[in-house]
């Protein structure tokens, strides 16, 4: 069976339902960076927007498959917090509290779709790299480019609280 586009967020998900209802009014953003804060406890990933970006340590491709994709794996499946390279790029992700990983935009789209492929993300089985190197929008998922910048505007928020 085909996809029929756009799709929609799953609202079941704690996460993106208060971002849509941040957008809607009926939920503070404080409510959402709690849950966000929540999963990135949970997952030892950390998502900051920050300037100049925090000391880590690099974490070596070789210890990818160890470290980075199972909490990047258990991080989006907790938040389907899906965010295309051109969000990536003004993200800085702390792995196991001060470590990083530094994807390329290519290396980010394919580790989004590799996930969304494997819990079936939305219904559709056949994401590729593209989905989300060029970024996902409101054709792709309905109310996605609100629904994004909202959650940007979450992290950032998160962000500077933090500091």
Same mark, same amino acid.
């Given at each position: 069976m085909e996809?029929?586009?756009p799709v929609k967020l799953d609202r079941s998900v704690p996460l993106v339902d208060a971002i849509f209802r941040v957008i809607e009014g009926? *939920? @503070?953003? %404080?409510?959402? #960076?709690q849950l966000l804060s929540e999963a990135e406890t949970l997952t030892e990933v950390k998502l900051l927007s920050t300037k100049p970006p925090p000391p880590s340590k690099q974490i070596p491709v070789e210890d990818y498959e160890k470290l980075v994709e199972p909490r990047m794996n258990q991080f989006l499946s907790e938040t389907h917090l899906v965010l295309g390279? /051109?969000?990536y790029n003004d993200l800085? #992700? %702390? #792995? =196991?509290?001060d470590y990083s990983y530094a994807w390329t935009h290519?290396?980010?789209g394919y580790m989004l779709a590799k996930w969304a492929n494997d819990i079936r993300w939305l219904g559709h089985f056949d994401w590729n790299y593209l989905d989300f190197y060029g970024g996902l929008n409101d054709r792709i998922v309905e109310n996605?480019?609100?629904? *994004?910048? !909202? =959650?940007m505007r979450i992290i950032e #928020? /998160? @962000?500077? %609280?933090? !500091?």
């Open positions: 996809t029929v586009f009926t *939920c @503070s953003e %404080l409510e959402a #960076i390279s /051109k969000e800085h #992700i %702390l #792995i =196991a509290n290519r290396e980010w996605y480019d609100a629904w *994004c910048a !909202t =959650a #928020i /998160k @962000s500077n %609280l933090a !500091t």
